[in-house]
């Protein structure tokens, strides 16, 4: 990786693009410490801490860099936008209009469902926006001096910073997916929760020494684990028949189609927290933490909690995988060029053997990655002492996640760059 970014960053047009990916990360730190004003910071910080820390809210603050146990600018994060990418895409699946959009009318149809998704994110970062000063408003009635100024105004100036911030995230992370290195979206993450393990490391000294040396063991082991699982691949043996063309025979190669175990990445996991955490969320806003509902079936220490959580993670692997693959398209491309899977007709027996193949490949990535989130959940609820750490498989999945596909695109465009036509 290391040997990457130092081949990449001796190309001066990479160069631009990494330092352009860390401008537009800084920007969104700086952004990440901006207070909104009206707001008491170091009481909501103190109050979250002692409280609120251990509630669904600790992930919102570890997915927004500390910044919504902080009231900033950009406390939301990048939630919104995730939100209402999920929404779009499925509508996208359920209504006709918007699927014919995305489908038939190639790249301008695409940037249609783009602008649907900015209204719909802007739409979310309101409602959160409300929903965030309700909560503070809920908590400054029970004597918390954390909104400093009462009336319209001062309710007005919070709301719509909060829903500013997220429109100017989103639009952060657009601009790194265009102009940058990587996802938008994933670097954005990526930042937040590196910027979190001074935290984890003071987090793991105030344990007693074996435990924390059990907990490093597990991370190194849950990183050499993702490593492998993200290079598996099945690969289906592909054979092209011959052809004679006056005297010349094309064709005869044998070639693989290759489909990665881990072809969703790591969006089922950002997705499917996304979802489990709005009633959760719905609740700790409306001041319904200590009610029985809460605690049995939406805290993130509940059982409930992590079974849904995991047929999550089951649904969007599924998900992202009818998005990528088409067996019947993939089967028709093969049959159009002459290319044939051994053992199968083409067609249709073609496209329902890849159809069985891509279905356990997606059950086995979704155990995989139901794994790695779920079981610093399931030892939170075992081990007391590790439930400040019970968000650490969604983190450690999305920053070695991240890092690996950032790594493949930087490769990918120096190999395009390297690459020399028929013309040199």
Request: charged share 10%.
């Amino acid at each position: 990786m290391f040997s990457t970014l130092k081949n990449a960053w001796s190309i001066p047009e990479l160069r631009k693009k990494l330092l352009f990916t860390l401008l537009i990360l800084m920007l969104y730190r700086v952004g990440n410490v901006i207070p909104v004003p009206f707001i008491d910071v170091g009481t909501l910080a103190a109050y979250f801490e002692s409280t609120l820390s251990t509630t669904i809210l600790g992930l919102y603050d570890a997915m927004s860099g500390s910044a919504f146990s902080q009231a900033t600018v950009f406390a939301l994060g990048i939630q919104p936008y995730i939100n209402a990418s999920i929404i779009i895409q499925l509508l996208t699946i359920a209504i006709p209009a918007l699927e014919r959009m995305a489908k038939e009318e190639g790249e301008e149809g695409k940037k249609k469902i783009g602008r649907i998704t900015r209204y719909t994110t802007v739409g979310l970062g309101l409602l959160l926006g409300w929903a965030y000063y309700m909560m503070l408003n809920n908590y400054a009635s029970q004597g918390l001096p954390i909104i400093t100024e009462d009336g319209i105004l001062p309710a007005l100036v919070i709301i719509l910073a909060f829903a500013a911030g997220s429109a100017v995230v989103m639009w952060l992370g657009e601009q790194i997916t265009e102009y940058g290195i990587g996802n938008g979206i994933s670097m954005i993450l990526f930042a937040n929760i590196i910027s979190a393990i001074p935290h984890g490391v003071s987090s793991l000294i105030a344990m007693g020494w074996w435990q924390a040396i059990l907990v490093v063991i597990a991370i190194i082991a849950l990183v050499v684990f993702i490593v492998f699982i993200n290079d598996a691949e099945r690969r289906i043996p592909i054979q092209y028949a011959k052809r004679v063309v006056g005297r010349k025979i094309y064709g005869g190669q044998s070639t693989n189609l290759p489909i990665k175990v881990s072809m969703s990445g790591v969006m089922p996991v950002i997705f499917a927290s996304s979802i489990c955490s709005i009633p959760a969320t719905i609740c700790t806003l409306g001041g319904w933490t200590d009610t029985t509902i809460y605690k049995v079936l939406f805290a993130n220490t509940s059982w409930v909690y992590v079974i849904m959580y995991g047929l999550m993670i089951f649904f969007f692997s599924w998900f992202y995988s009818t998005i990528q693959y088409d067996p019947v398209e993939i089967a028709n491309n093969l049959k159009k060029n002459g290319g044939f899977i051994p053992g199968f007709r083409p067609g249709k027996p073609t496209a329902d053997f890849i159809k069985r193949v891509i279905n356990k490949i997606v059950i086995f990535g979704a155990i995989y990655l139901a794994i790695v989130a779920l079981l610093p959940l399931v030892a939170g609820n075992l081990v007391a002492d590790l439930q400040n750490l019970a968000i650490g498989g969604t983190s450690v999945i999305i920053v070695v996640g991240v890092a690996l596909e950032t790594v493949k695109a930087l490769e990918a465009q120096m190999l395009m760059r390297h690459y020399k036509g028929f013309l040199d």
